[in-house]
């Protein structure tokens, strides 16, 4: 990732919730209080949390 691109997604996340002890490395795996805080800090889109969870169901059903 270039280095003048603003942190989005799953990085941003796992680097925005350092404080609170949890290296979540996918959204899917946040808890929802981690979830809202990291859309409402913009490290996280709402279309991208989406987007990670149904991934992650379709990951897990084809199993």
Sequence with gaps: M???RPL???YAVAKANTDTHTLATEPWQLTAVEAAAAIRSR???S???VQSCLDRIEATNRS
């Design 2 to 4: 270039p280095p003048d």
């Design 8 to 10: 989005r997604g799953a």
């Design 43 to 45: 490290a996280l889109s």
């Design 47 to 49: 279309a991208e949390l």
